[in-house]
């Protein structure tokens, strides 16, 4: 594991660049919510911290590789992924890459580029524009993909994740994923895309958590505070796409997923922390996104989890008595 104390320089200059808009909605301000305690596991962002870099030092030794490929976004889940790889492994051991692919993500390509070269490593820049407009013009026209963000955006991640493993081949390094439990969870990748990795670093923390491990390891404030996104169409967000921020979602999926109740427990559990004060903006009398919180919402995201299962299990095969 590496000696230093972080992979980010809180003085580089790279790393201050939140006076540029970068988004809004659950970014920044959701940032800084604390959660009733009762709602998600307790966890220590100093304990994550080194209870990850030594698994992705383990994984990396067990595998026998020479290091870790990191697909860079410039948001949240890929910046801390690559800092904490650069912490497990020291800065020659990872490699980034930044894929842009449309005029949405130039602007981020920029930002992963600057925060790369923050952390030291060595990176490169593939613009998937041609790329995929050569494959969109090959593949039959039954399965058009102009007009159709999802399904072109899915083929976009298979590509992306297709030269990262070219990468990882050519360099005998292992495809270090960057999605987190909220996603993986609900199901919000892109199954053989950024759903297809050989270890997910961060792959037991929620969203929230995310964001409490993002200070402990000095990740910029420019970067903490872009509104999550898939990035497929001008203006689009995470908390669109599923209903809720994820202020809500991972307290209904830990409620609904890890403990096992049902929505109306869930809806029961959340109005009785909210009740309980258990928040500053319970104390206060202010509003919170929970309180929205209802069982058709909480119906919608635990049906998500239910019906995105495929995308968290290796694919079937009949049932034989051979291993």
């Known amino acids: 594991m590496a000696d230093r104390e972080s992979a980010f320089d809180p003085d580089d200059a790279a790393t201050e660049r939140s006076g540029r808009a970068t988004g809004s909605g659950d970014g920044g301000a959701a940032a800084g919510r604390v959660l009733p305690a009762s709602l998600l596991p307790d966890r220590d962002p100093a304990l994550e911290r080194d209870r990850i870099r030594s698994f992705v030092a383990d994984r990396v030794d067990a595998a026998g590789a020479d290091g870790v490929v990191v697909n860079m976004s410039g948001g949240l889940d890929s910046t801390a992924t690559a800092a904490l790889a650069v912490e497990a492994l020291g800065t020659d051991r990872v490699y980034g890459l930044i894929l842009p692919c449309n005029k949405i993500g130039a602007p981020h390509a920029r930002d992963a580029e600057a925060l790369a070269e923050a952390l030291g490593i060595d990176h490169d820049t593939v613009h998937l524009q041609p790329v995929f407009a050569q494959f969109g013009a090959a593949v039959p026209d039954r399965f058009d993909l102009h007009d159709e963000p999802v399904r072109?955006?899915?083929?976009?991640?298979?590509?992306?994740?297709?030269?990262?493993?070219?990468?990882?081949?050519?360099?005998?390094?292992?495809?270090?994923?960057?999605?987190?439990?909220?996603?993986?969870?609900?199901?919000?990748?892109?199954?053989?895309?950024?759903?297809?990795?050989?270890?997910?670093?961060?792959?037991?923390?929620?969203?929230?958590?995310?964001?409490?491990?993002?200070?402990?390891?000095?990740?910029?404030?420019?970067?903490?505070?872009?509104?999550?996104?898939?990035?497929?169409?001008?203006?689009?967000?995470?908390?669109?796409?599923?209903?809720?921020?994820?202020?809500?979602?991972?307290?209904?999926?830990?409620?609904?997923?890890?403990?096992?109740?049902?929505?109306?427990?869930?809806?029961?559990?959340?109005?009785?922390?909210?009740?309980?004060?258990?928040?500053?903006?319970?104390?206060?009398?202010?509003?919170?996104?929970?309180?929205?919180?209802?069982?058709?919402?909480?119906?919608?995201?635990?049906?998500?989890?239910?019906?995105?299962?495929?995308?968290?299990?290796?694919?079937?095969?009949?049932?034989?008595?051979?291993?």
């Open 152 to 323: 072109s955006g899915n083929a976009v991640a298979r590509l992306r994740m297709a030269v990262a493993y070219l990468a990882a081949s050519a360099t005998d390094r292992l495809v270090c994923g960057t999605a987190n439990r909220s996603e993986l969870l609900l199901g919000y990748l892109t199954k053989h895309g950024d759903g297809a990795a050989d270890l997910f670093p961060l792959g037991h923390l929620y969203k929230t958590d995310v964001r409490a491990l993002a200070s402990e390891l000095d990740v910029p404030e420019f970067v903490v505070e872009k509104a999550p996104t898939a990035g497929f169409l001008p203006g689009q967000r995470d908390a669109d796409d599923l209903g809720a921020p994820y202020e809500v979602i991972d307290p209904v999926l830990h409620l609904g997923v890890d403990r096992g109740l049902s929505p109306e427990s869930v809806v029961e559990r959340i109005a009785a922390a909210l009740t309980e004060g258990k928040s500053p903006a319970a104390d206060t009398g202010a509003g919170t996104d929970l309180d929205a919180v209802d069982r058709e919402l909480v119906a919608d995201l635990l049906g998500r989890h239910r019906a995105s299962a495929h995308k968290r299990l290796p694919a079937p095969t009949p049932d034989a008595d051979l291993e």
